[in-house]
């Protein structure tokens, strides 16, 4: 299949999604009062110069811990940072807090979610650290892996589904105690109809969605009616450009540099600023290769017994009207060095964007 030109996959993909005029009834960015520097960078767009076991260069050394993430997202010009959290004690959150003061910069952070009852107190000092660090919204997520991957049965699904909702009530009223809000993100486990069902059942004003623009393209879900469910219940954000490629058992997934992709990016911060004017806006480019979502083998479908198939031929269309003109990025051919280079470059140039084309910073 001939691929059709970039401009015209956008148009067809918001036609598609009957967005259009929805779009037309949204104000501009411009009309926003827009708070200093909403654009930040997540933890994971670095997740090259977060590995143990690599070695950096002198121009793109690892990062220790957040507080290295964020001094040097300060540096580009970003307006905060999504940084890992967890194990923070008084010294180190202090070191944290003195950086927000000094530069005016804002920090969220990442924390793992209690995976049992006896891990609530290692939890509970997390949420601590970083409150004492000066952060008001953590990120987490139920999942680690991706649902069509990690369950091969519908039993395995339900179970952690199961563990999902424990794990969630063990984790909120820490919450509500520190004062602290949980973002909650849509981790290739959670459909959005699932996530808001999830967030309507605890009804708290502690808990909240940490919206990934491009996750659920993995579900065959149209991104930007995502965006529009989720966007009530979104606290934080990480914020992508997706690209697509056709392979024998369904398609390939990458963040690509924003402006590259299909997503109508505009649209989405609009939506999500409509709900939350002051909104973070966490880019996430992770530099990687693409993910297949073999959608067309049966294993797939194993957790999705109750989805339309009217909902998945359009998604399907959809599909198949963006893919991506070039090859998606691959770099795992690539020295270590040469991939924390394009790391690097993939992260500047996703904030100009959201300079520029944004007006967010």
Same mark, same amino acid.
């Given at each position: 299949?001939?691929?059709?030109?970039?401009?015209?996959?956008?148009?067809?993909?918001?036609?598609?999604?009957a967005?259009?005029?929805?779009?037309?009834?949204?104000?501009?960015?411009?009309?926003?009062?827009i +708070?200093?520097? *909403?654009? !930040?960078?997540?933890?994971?767009? @670095?997740?090259?110069?977060? %590995?143990?076991?690599?070695? #950096? &260069?002198?121009?793109?050394?690892?990062?220790?811990?957040?507080?290295?993430?964020?001094?040097?997202?300060?540096?580009?010009?970003?307006?905060? +940072?999504?940084? *890992?959290? !967890?194990?923070?004690?008084?010294? @180190?959150?202090?070191?944290? %807090?003195?950086?927000?003061? #000094? &530069?005016?910069?804002?920090?969220?952070?990442?924390?793992?979610?209690?995976?049992?009852?006896?891990?609530?107190?290692?939890?509970?000092?997390?949420?601590?650290?970083?409150?004492?660090?000066?952060?008001?919204?953590?990120?987490?997520?139920?999942?680690s892996?991706?649902?069509?991957?990690?369950?091969?049965?519908?039993?395995?699904?339900?179970?952690?589904?199961?563990?999902?909702?424990?794990?969630?009530?063990?984790?909120?009223?820490?919450?509500?105690?520190?004062?602290?809000?949980?973002?909650i993100?849509?981790?290739?486990?959670?459909?959005?109809d699932?996530?808001?069902?999830?967030?309507?059942?605890?009804?708290?004003?502690?808990?909240?969605?940490?919206?990934?623009?491009?996750?659920?393209?993995?579900?065959?879900?149209?991104?930007?009616?995502?965006?529009?469910?989720?966007?009530?219940?979104?606290?934080?954000?990480?914020?992508?450009?997706?690209?697509?490629?056709?392979?024998?058992?369904?398609?390939?997934?990458?963040?690509?540099?924003f402006?590259?992709?299909?997503?109508?990016?505009?649209?989405?911060?609009?939506?999500?600023?409509?709900?939350?004017?002051?909104?973070k806006?966490?880019?996430?480019?992770?530099?990687?290769?693409?993910?297949?979502?073999?959608?067309?083998?049966?294993?797939?479908?194993?957790?999705?017994?109750?989805?339309?198939?009217?909902?998945?031929?359009?998604?399907?269309k959809?599909?198949?009207?963006?893919?991506?003109?070039?090859?998606?990025?691959r770099?795992?051919?690539?020295?270590?060095?040469?991939?924390?280079?394009?790391?690097?470059?993939?992260?500047?140039?996703?904030?100009?964007?959201?300079?520029?084309?944004?007006?967010?910073?």
């Amino acid at each position: 299949m001939k691929p059709l030109n970039n401009t015209l996959n956008r148009r067809a993909f918001v036609k598609s999604s009957a967005v259009a005029l929805a779009a037309a009834a949204l104000p501009s960015l411009s009309s926003f009062n827009i +708070a200093p520097n *909403l654009g !930040g960078i997540s933890v994971w767009s @670095y997740h090259l110069r977060h %590995r143990k076991n690599g070695e #950096g &260069t002198a121009e793109y050394p690892l990062f220790t811990g957040g507080y290295d993430m964020a001094k040097h997202c300060h540096e580009l010009g970003a307006g905060g +940072a999504q940084v *890992l959290s !967890g194990g923070w004690d008084t010294a @180190y959150a202090k070191k944290m %807090r003195e950086l927000q003061d #000094g &530069t005016g910069m804002w920090i969220e952070g990442q924390v793992s979610m209690p995976k049992t009852e006896a891990d609530v107190e290692r939890f509970e000092k997390d949420i601590i650290g970083a409150k004492e660090g000066g952060v008001s919204i953590v990120r987490s997520a139920c999942l680690s892996g991706r649902r069509y991957v990690t369950f091969q049965t519908l039993e395995e699904w339900e179970a952690f589904k199961k563990h999902s909702m424990k794990s969630i009530r063990w984790a909120e009223p820490i919450m509500r105690k520190h004062k602290v809000k949980l973002a909650i993100e849509n981790h290739k486990d959670w459909t959005a109809d699932e996530m808001i069902a999830i967030l309507k059942h605890f009804d708290s004003e502690w808990l909240g969605c940490n919206l990934d623009t491009g996750n659920n393209i993995s579900f065959l879900e149209d991104p930007h009616e995502v965006v529009e469910k989720l966007a009530p219940y979104t606290i934080t954000t990480h914020f992508k450009d997706m690209g697509i490629e056709e392979y024998e058992d369904g398609f390939l997934l990458s963040e690509v540099p924003f402006g590259e992709g299909f997503l109508d990016l505009n649209r989405m911060a609009l939506t999500l600023r409509k709900h939350n004017p002051n909104v973070k806006i966490n880019l996430e480019m992770m530099t990687r290769d693409p993910l297949p979502i073999p959608y067309l083998t049966e294993s797939y479908w194993t957790t999705f017994g109750d989805r339309s198939g009217k909902d998945v031929a359009k998604s399907i269309k959809i599909l198949k009207e963006n893919y991506s003109e070039k090859a998606l990025q691959r770099v795992s051919h690539r020295t270590f060095a040469e991939q924390l280079a394009l790391e690097e470059a993939n992260q500047i140039s996703c904030l100009k964007f959201i300079r520029d084309e944004l007006g967010l910073m």
